[in-house]
């Protein structure tokens, strides 16, 4: 009936203290590392934490229209629960109980509770099916995420806090990567190439500065700064996207040579594209890239690792994580393609047979942590899933995901005229990479199949 409350609750046990669950949540960046990537939310402001009268105001996107959404918290028990209430916003009601339970000698158990009454009274009554399905996908994906973030950190649970520096931050890792260290403890400075604030630090690869000073004592760096490579290549773009990589590295890694206290790692991202157009050959991080069929990414790639010579040559151990395409409906190839797979247009490329070495966006920042923490790894690293797919077969998927069909083939002349030189190289291209010293090195990955890849970003996990 209009007006009556419904109710949607999920409870998973946790590997940590009912406390330490608690303390996650204390923590900055929790609410971003929990959102997930399909929602068009962001954080407008926040203040007081999670304590009795604490705030965020939220923008939340839904089609054209923009809703501001006003939650409170109140009856706070800090290590046992919290509530946050809206205050205002689209729903007639919104209360959400967090509760953190003991459970065992070292674990716990959470339980997220949602009471809510659907806005615009009999309207939103009718609409509550599509409400509740919505809710339950948004705390399946929190649950799964913070399970998981608790298991990887508390594998290296010994380390202790760390200062990282984090360049990139803005990008589709960088937003993904940040988030995930805060809420583990660890302190996030971000490099930044505008006027930065206290706690960043400022460089700017064309003005030759950077604050050099902020840069001393910390633990690590990782460099995922770039220019996107996702789009026609001009000549001026692809001299944006080899400075941006080769000349950029170069700068930050001379900078940190300098240093008197350099950090102890520095995890710099890197590319498959090195790799070349290798057709069905399986890739590891010991196949040669010298003799690559030459390319434009070739170059790029091999630059770009070159670049860190001045790192190593100071002591600082260096990984290059080389990154296959990230899947996540917040940016990059996925969120691409997913306008026309909805719409039922979507199909292979070419031929379909080059190889994806995808990675889920989730498994690309743990890989990065896992190469940060781990003194064992250094030089490349093949940041990819353990199942690379053909093109034909990633197609067909998402299509299966989507619930649509994928039977309109894009020929090689379509794609050329389009893309020209980056469809040729970057989606054409085939490089059928594994990450053999990753899993040697003991990563655990969240995604290793496509398809459940594919339903955890999307929210379409099957029941």
Known sequence: MPGSIAVVERSSA??????????????????????????????????????????????????????????????TLPGRRFVDEQVDGPFARWVHFHRFDPDGPAGSRMTDRIEYTPPLGSVGTVADPIIRHRLERLLAYRHAVLRDDLEAHGRFGSTGRLRVAVSGSSGLLGRALVPFLTTGGHEVTRLVRRHAAPDEIYWHLHTGRIDVGKLEGLDAVVHLAGENIGARWTEKRKRRIRESRSIGTRFLCEALARLRRPPKVLVTASAVGIYGNRGDEILTEASPTLDAPPDFLVEVGREWEAATEPARAAGIRVVMTRFGPMLSPAGGLLARMLLPFRAGLGGPLGSGRQWMSWISIDDAAGA????????????????????????????????????????????????????????????LGSARVVPERLIQAGYRFRHPA???ALRFVLGRETR
């Open 14 to 75: 946790l590997p940590v203290s009912a406390d330490s669950a608690y303390a996650w949540h204390e923590r900055p960046g929790a609410f971003e590392r929990l959102l997930p990537p399909w929602e068009r939310v962001s954080v407008v402001e926040r203040t007081g934490g999670l304590r009795d009268g604490a705030s965020l105001i939220l923008r939340v996107r839904s089609g054209p229209v923009s809703l501001r959404w006003v939650s409170r918290h109140r009856d």
């Open 368 to 427: 990065v942590y896992h190469a940060m923490m781990t003194e064992a790894l250094s030089g490349p690293v093949n940041a990819t899933a353990p199942g690379p797919v053909t093109n034909e077969e990633f197609t067909a998927t998402l299509a299966r995901v989507l619930g649509r069909p994928a039977l309109l083939r894009v020929p090689v002349p379509a794609l050329r005229l389009a893309l020209g030189e980056m469809g040729q190289v970057a989606v």
């Open 450 to 452: 496509l398809e459940g």
